[in-house]
């Protein structure tokens, strides 16, 4: 399967193993991203977070968090966005990989999964998604510093203005990323009550 996923996807495969990361992991959303996502979004939600990566053998993979929904999109030459209900997710995980982090999901009884997520990105993603979900502590977490913060800040608050450039909105959903961003830089990845409600599901089976 990597080598039918590198014989697809060769050129940005071949950087991904020189740089050791992902080069396309930390970029603001593409035009096209923009476009492909928004007619999913009510004017109701709020724009979160987002990373961006890697799904075997179909390219680049952009997962959008909202307060509401997961959406997922697996082919960046193509339009179909996977949906999930937050109430959907029955569990999450973040492990650090060779070349980034990998995120899974379980959702309406199937299995999601990108590669290759940037840190910083995924750090953030992965707090405000614990705060909707069941989410593993994270194998590896990596520490964000200032500059990190300020690029994800930045990324998110620039994906939620160009999705709902609504005034109010945009300016809700600014204050709450840099919490979010804050708030992974100062006390990790999940929030201590996230990782041990998970502790004490798992110490019950």
């Known amino acids: 399967m990597a080598w039918l996923d590198f014989l697809k996807n060769g050129n940005e495969l071949s950087e991904l193993l020189i740089e050791g990361a992902n080069p ?9 991203d923009v476009d492909q996502m928004r007619d999913h979004i009510q ?3 709020r724009v979160l977070a987002y990373v961006l990566g890697r799904v075997v053998l179909s390219g680049r993979g ?3 968090l909202t307060d ?4 997922v999109s697996e082919n960046d030459s193509g339009s ?3 949906r999930f209900a937050l109430t959907d997710v029955t569990e999450a995980e973040c492990v650090k990989g060779k070349y980034g982090y990998t995120l899974r999901v379980t959702a309406a009884g199937q299995q999601r999964s990108v590669y290759g997520a940037s840190a910083h990105m995924a750090a953030v993603f992965y707090r405000a998604l614990g705060q909707k979900v069941r989410c593993m502590p994270v194998a590896k977490p990596t ?3 200032a500059d990190d913060v300020a690029e994800v800040v930045h990324h998110f608050s620039d994906a939620a203005l160009r999705l709902q ?3 109010l909105v945009n300016a809700d959903a600014r204050a709450l990323i840099a919490q979010l961003a804050q708030d992974a830089a100062r006390q990790g990845w999940l929030q201590a009550s996230e990782a041990n409600q998970v502790r004490v599901a798992e110490a019950a089976h």
């Open 24 to 32: 396309y992991g930390a970029q603001l959303l593409k035009n096209a």
């Open 43 to 45: 004017p109701t939600e």
């Open 62 to 64: 952009l997962w959008l």
């Open 68 to 71: 509401q929904q997961l959406l």
């Open 80 to 82: 179909l966005v996977h």
């Open 143 to 145: 520490a964000l510093n």
């Open 165 to 167: 450039p609504v005034a």
